[in-house]
């Protein structure tokens, strides 16, 4: 088994949504796991991206309001199979970008959710205690992906819209910042659902 563990963001044209997600989901998995974060590389792609296109300067002013690291995530670029193919996990901000990718590369549909929703089944496997104890970031969020679609039936909400981060790039800062808050908690959700070492171990 792979010791490191592809993630890749998704959502239109890769500027706005996707990199603040990179950054976030970064900032989460570095406060839980410290330098052993470094096993999970997290990059982003957009559907309808425009290749170094550069990150909307909002990004940055969101992630200031926080109270998160300003990471530099790199310019836009667009998705495609070999994006798709090398990721363990694709997050997408919708469920129309999440079957794009479906559509791209239809093996991948047991490892692509969007963001929303796989928080929504991380909740529901980490407060049942559902997940192997790992010693290992990247093995503890394989185990999450690997658990995670035997409940989305469960886990779905009764309106299928609300696993949508609606797309935000060019409104106002505080309507880009909503949007943050929103993938904040998502990604912090996440993060915490994921196993830890098991009892005496020493995390690696």
Do not use: Y
Not at 70 to 85: F, K, N, Q
Not at 101 to 121: M, Y
């Amino acid at each position: 088994m792979r010791t490191r563990f592809e993630v890749l963001v998704v959502c239109t044209a890769n500027v706005s949504r996707s990199p603040l997600g990179v950054a976030l989901l970064r900032h989460h998995l570095t406060e839980r796991f410290g330098e052993a974060a470094a096993t999970i590389r997290v990059t982003s792609a957009g559907t309808d991206a425009r290749d170094g296109e550069p990150t909307d300067r909002a990004v940055a002013e969101v992630l200031r309001r926080l109270h998160r690291p300003v990471l530099a995530t790199g310019p836009a670029r667009r998705l495609d199979a070999r994006l798709v193919d090398t990721a363990d996990l694709v997050l997408t901000m919708t469920r129309t970008q999440r079957a794009s990718v479906i559509t791209t590369v239809p093996p991948a549909q047991r490892r692509v959710f969007t963001v929303l929703e796989l928080a929504r089944i991380a909740r529901r496997l980490g407060g049942d205690h559902r997940l192997p104890a790992s010693s290992a970031p990247a093995a503890a969020l394989r185990a999450l992906v690997t658990a995670a679609p035997a409940w989305r039936g469960p886990t779905a909400p009764q309106d299928p819209a609300s696993d949508d981060v609606a797309d935000v790039h060019l409104l106002e800062v505080e309507e880009q910042l909503k949007a943050g808050r929103r993938l904040d908690e998502a990604f912090a959700a996440v993060v915490a659902a994921l196993p830890g070492p098991p009892a005496g171990a020493a995390p690696r």
